[in-house]
């Protein structure tokens, strides 16, 4: 999860900031304009990396709001006189929120290259309206004739025609979108951004309505790159369509994965870092300064000169290497310098303290549950009873239709025919999120866990999805029943502690399926359902891994598929055999061994000897 | 003599999980070998390593004396290794015999062992349907057109992955008879299928996968002889 | 009446080049999965090669003759130099890299030919128009562009129908493993398609230069309404380019009789429709 910056990437923020400070004294009023356009820019792209860098959304269009905020200032603003930046900076905000919202209504239900294309065209829309009407001026683009002042009745606090005030406001302004962004993302709210990010089809299953926190996060980008919009127009007092043209959306992106997408203040100095090439690739003197270093002065001059009319080709090439090169940007340059803590080994797992209560899971109940598809029935009439906490194992030959029997307890399917009852209550044919809310937990043959999150955050972000209340902002609401969840579940699933800060990329295999099922564990689920647990593990993780679901069966009630025959064996309080669809055998696996069907179903007309 | 593959020590990862776990493998040209054990064990990651679609992490693989180690599925496929896969990956938007023909080539020495004749009185029903597209077949004829397809590559060596799943059983009894067919026909095969009786009586050499791992390489006898192996490793 | 007719038959022949465009973008997405923004820049190419080229031989079609042979080759280059660099990358990285190609491609354009427009003479034996009504003639050249463009999809459509590489690039697009299993380095045939998707480009470009004057940036609308043809008809079927070209085509003509404050808006508005209603487009594969 994103974390607070390191304490190197600190320091060069703050050697920024305090030589932006300085900057008023010292630099020319062309250097002044340079700065301020920058840090306007920075603010635009880092409201883009909310979308891109932290929730996960690609955004073509991104220039549309941007654009917007410009011409909101035009709209505002009297044609002889300063508008109030109290009325001015709000309505542009608003405008382009508003816009945001009715847009990413729409642009949020598609995902990947479509929403790519998506947000293009409708960026593409705007610029068309600026650009084939006469709204705005059209083609020629719109003046601001005097520059907007802040003023409470009639007096002036603040003019934005001074261009040192100028500066400094958004240097404020740029200070406070980071820091709010930085708060946002850490928030329960920004937690499941970032799960979406990583993996939304989880979230989903874990009860997250992700629709609702897509468009929450495009408007709250939207409304920013307002924000930076009409600081922009206020700049030079001219707007242009191009302002929302694909172009500028581009090249947002450019400096987001430039700097380094989903840290923030990477965008910044992408944002930075873009300007001050392009700015050099544009002035032939600085470029022939620079060549000259290395070569006479009359080729640096011819080379200066050159690649000065053909700025835009040298910065392509330049693009190009830098995204080569460093596809995490500048920021995962400086990260790669001060990495993470090494693996420590994994420790055995202590078994739960003997004083705990047994607490009673819950029982599960299939009455002549069938599932056709078409013509090919895979569950045929199946019935069985899951008694509470004990082991369940589910076995049978390859295409035996046991994933499918758990896709529908689940929910992923639903029943063609037959019931399912959880602690009595009929749960056939709802939908995933609603089964795992009821106390139905449910894994998956491979990992997903959040890969980024440390194993703490994973099991937090479950434990939320249990109140997904969207857009809780506040840590404080549920945030202790949460931690005491998150707590017990790290401790159920035999998580070490000093394991449990560490990123889920990093843990072994077997840690990854123990905090899958610590997912569970931490959302509520009193029975779980595990597919393929053991799977790709080697003696001592499936040792480890076995010890775990008998310790949890005391607790929950455990039903799992697999095919490691030692393990379950051991494990299981009672086996359940499916062949072809249908219950061959239910009992204890000692009943199971001596079964002539089963053993049959095994091994063909061998098993007949 | 060379061997027709030689695998040794292969490693295969899906991201953390550790699939096969140092597995070596050897098939002499011509012979028939059996790869047993229950489902999730790695027989199919294990075909699909030596035909070059996953990466393995460490090992090496050799086919007819060529180390294959880092080469593409298509140089493999050119070095005379066919697979048929489980699921058998026919091409649904290409009619029976643009499958058929897709690959068609003769093999190192030039000979077409199998020319598109003696793959259509090898299966009539893909004779008799021969324009319609791949999609339209029936699963035990798409089973056909995979093994047909495969065999029009001259294949020295041939991977068959579950070549009878799913299919009633007179459909079965036909394909058997090809792969049997197939089997004796000096074609190097690895096969892997659920009749047991049927696999020990037509293979030269059988193999049992356990949790990654090979945990038996003998004859047909030798296991027939080892009930508590069998049970232990392919029963309950 | 003659306005909208004229205007529906613009539209029928810009549909038309798009679908060459277009189709190239999608077999290039669907086979290869690289998003290329390039693409407009290879229309563009066309139709300053069509200039040159042209300057040399006097008519359009010889230019052709000589021009798409070179377009494959640069294309084969391109793709060569750079393009199978992406395969490995997601979208993002993709969009930039290409999208950085798009500022080079440009500045190369400027370099060779500066930025004022020039026009392509329509060959002299194409010139003049057929009599629509007492006051309007339809361009003989529109109507020779718009038979070249059917001509060249019934090719395409032979050549994926019934040829060997035509069933290789089917075959790549429902099962790329396979293809590559069965003894078929995909590499070269992701060369090969790519090089005929610019190849595709570039012959609009050249055939259409005659039509307006060539001028630096006709790439970028080109561009994107290729993606959006290839959105709607569904990402890798050049059935679906072919269809949604003309649907396109037909509705930008009609935007411009009917809403011309907002004709460029009409096609994105139909874009979306058809997101909603099929995120999958009309032909493609489920998104």
């Not at chain 1, 990477?266 to 022939?288: D, N, Q, R």
Request: net charge positive.
């Amino acid at each position: 999860m994103l974390a607070r910056p390191r304490p190197v990437v600190i320091v060069i923020l703050l050697v920024l900031l305090a030589y932006a400070v300085a900057l008023p004294f010292f630099g020319s009023a062309f250097a002044l304009k340079f700065a301020s356009r920058v840090l306007i820019t920075g603010i635009f792209v880092i409201s883009l990396d909310l979308l891109i860098g932290v929730t996960g959304m690609v955004s073509f269009g991104h220039a549309l709001y941007f654009g917007l905020g410009a011409y909101s200032l035009y709209f505002i603003s009297p044609a002889s006189s300063a508008a109030n930046a109290f009325l001015a900076i709000p309505f542009g905000i608003l405008l382009a929120g508003a816009v945001a919202a009715v847009v990413g209504s729409v642009v949020v239900l598609t995902r990947g290259f479509y929403f790519i294309m998506v947000t293009l065209a409708f960026g593409q829309m705007g610029f068309s309206l600026f650009f084939d009407t006469k709204i705005a001026g059209g083609t020629d683009g719109a003046y601001i004739n005097v520059r907007p002042v802040f003023s409470l009745g009639s007096q002036q606090l603040l003019n934005f025609s001074d261009r040192t005030a100028f500066f400094y406001f958004c240097l404020v302004a740029l200070v406070l979108s980071y820091l709010f962004l930085l708060w946002l993302v850490r928030t329960p709210f920004g937690r499941v951004l970032q799960g979406i990010h990583h993996n939304e089809a989880r979230m989903s299953a874990l009860g997250f309505n992700t629709y609702a926190y897509k468009l929450a996060s495009y408007v709250i980008a939207g409304a920013m790159a307002g924000f930076a919009g009409v600081l922009f127009a206020a700049i030079d007092g001219y707007v242009a369509p191009e302002l929302l043209g694909w172009r500028e959306s581009g090249l947002a992106i450019m400096m987001v994965v430039l700097g380094g997408a989903g840290t923030l203040y990477g965008p910044v100095l992408g944002a930075i870092l873009y300007s001050l090439v392009e700015e050099t690739l544009k002035s032939a003197s600085e470029l022939t300064a620079i060549f000259s270093l290395v070569m006479s002065s009359t080729t640096a001059k011819w080379l200066g000169g050159i690649l000065a009319n053909s700025w835009s080709m040298a910065l392509g090439f330049f693009l190009i290497a830098a995204v080569l090169a460093a596809p995490k940007g500048i920021a995962g340059f400086i990260e790669k310098y001060s990495g993470e803590a090494k693996r420590a080994k994994p420790r055995e797992i202590k078994p739960l303290a003997e004083t705990r209560e047994r607490a009673k899971a819950m029982q599960l109940e299939v009455e002549n549950l069938t599932r056709a598809f078409g013509g090919l029935v895979a569950v045929n009439g199946v019935s069985v009873k899951f008694p509470p906490n004990k082991v369940h194992g589910i076995i049978g030959p390859n295409g035996a239709g046991k994933t499918t029997f758990i896709n529908v307890l689940s929910g992923a399917l639903k029943p063609t025919q037959g019931n399912i009852r959880l602690e009595g209550e009929e749960i056939g044919g709802q939908k995933p999120h609603n089964v795992a809310r009821r106390g139905l937990g449910r894994s998956y043959q491979r990992t997903n866990v959040i890969l980024p999150f440390t194993a703490r955050e994973n099991c937090a972000l479950a434990a939320q999805a249990q109140f997904p209340s969207p857009f809780r902002v506040s840590n404080q609401w549920r945030g202790h029943e949460e931690d005491k969840a998150v707590e017990n579940a790290l401790k159920a699933s035999g998580i070490a502690p000093e394991r449990a800060d560490i990123r889920a990329s990093n843990l072994s295999h077997g840690e990854q399926r123990q905090l899958e099922i610590a997912m569970l564990i931490a959302s509520g689920a009193k029975l779980l359902l595990l597919d393929e647990p053991l799977a790709g593990m080697g003696p001592e993780e499936t040792g480890r891994v076995t010890a775990l679901l008998r310790a949890l069966a005391a607790d929950h009630t455990v039903v799992l598929i697999e095919h490691d025959m030692d393990a379950i064996f051991a494990a299981a309080d009672t086996l359940t055999v499916l062949v072809e669809g249908k219950l061959l055998a239910h009992g204890t696996p000692e009943e199971i061994r001596n079964n002539a069907a089963v053993r049959e179903a095994y091994l063909g007309e061998w098993g007949q000897q | 003599m060379t061997p027709a593959v030689l695998a040794e020590n292969i490693n295969t990862h899906y991201g953390r999980s550790h699939i096969l776990r140092g597995v070596s493998f050897r098939v002499a040209p011509g012979e028939t070998v059996s790869l047993l054990g229950r489902n999730g064990m790695g027989k199919t990651t294990l075909l699909r390593t030596l035909a070059g679609l996953v990466r393995p992490s460490s090992g090496s693989i050799q086919l007819n004396g060529s180390d294959v180690t880092s080469s593409r599925a298509s140089v493999r496929s050119r070095a005379g290794l066919a697979i048929v896969p489980e699921g058998r990956g026919i091409f649904p938007n290409l009619t029976v015999a643009e499958n058929l023909t897709f690959a068609s080539r003769a093999n190192a020495k030039g000979e077409r062992p199998w020319p598109l004749e003696r793959v259509y009185s090898l299966f009539p029903r893909l004779s008799e349907r021969k324009h319609h597209w791949g999609n339209e077949l029936s699963g035990g004829e798409q089973q056909m057109l995979s093994i047909g397809r495969a065999l029009m590559t001259s294949p020295s060596i041939i991977l068959l992955d579950e070549a009878t799943e799913g299919l009633a059983p007179k459909l079965r009894d036909e394909i058997w008879s090809t792969v049997k067919q197939i089997a004796e026909s000096g074609i190097a095969a690895i096969i892997v299928d659920k009749n047991l009786n049927d696999l020990l009586a037509l293979a030269d050499r059988n193999t049992i996968m356990a949790k990654g791992e090979i945990v038996f390489d003998g004859t047909s006898a030798a296991l027939r002889s080892d009930e508590a192996l069998i049970h232990r490793h392919l029963g309950v | 009446m003659d306005l909208v007719l004229i205007q529906l038959l613009n539209g029928v022949q810009y549909g038309l080049l798009i679908f060459l465009a277009a189709s190239g973008l999608t077999l290039v997405f669907g086979i290869m999965g690289v998003i290329n923004l390039s693409h407009g820049s290879f229309y563009m190419l066309g139709a300053y090669a069509a200039l040159t080229l042209t300057q040399f031989t006097g008519d359009i079609f010889l230019s052709l003759v000589l021009g798409v042979p070179l377009a494959f080759a640069f294309g084969f280059i391109i793709e060569w130099l750079f393009i199978r660099h992406l395969y490995d990358r997601d979208h993002l990285q993709q969009v930039l890299l290409t999208f950085s190609l798009i500022l080079i491609f440009n500045e190369a354009q400027k370099l060779l030919w500066g930025s004022y427009p020039h026009s392509v003479p329509v060959p002299g034996y194409l010139q003049g128009g057929v009599k629509i009504s007492a006051f309007l003639t339809y361009p003989y050249y529109r109507i020779a562009v718009a038979a070249f463009c059917v001509a060249l999809a019934l090719l395409m459509v032979f050549v994926i129908q019934k040829t060997r590489i035509g069933r290789i690039i089917r075959a790549g697009e429902s099962n790329r493993e396979m293809v590559e299993a069965l003894g078929i380095d995909s590499r070269l045939l992701f060369r090969f398609v790519f090089a005929a998707g610019v190849a595709l480009a570039a012959t609009a470009g050249i055939v259409a230069a005659p039509l307006e004057s060539v001028y630096p940036g006709i790439g970028e609308p080109v561009l994107i309404i290729s993606f959006v043809v290839v959105v709607i008809g569904g990402i890798g079927s050049v059935k679906g380019a072919f269809i949604g070209a003309i649907l396109i085509g037909v509705a930008d003509a009609l935007g411009k009789v009917y809403f011309p404050a907002f004709s460029s808006s009409v096609v994105y508005a139909l874009m979306a429709a058809v997101l909603i209603a099929r995120p999958g487009g009309l032909f493609g594969r489920a998104a």
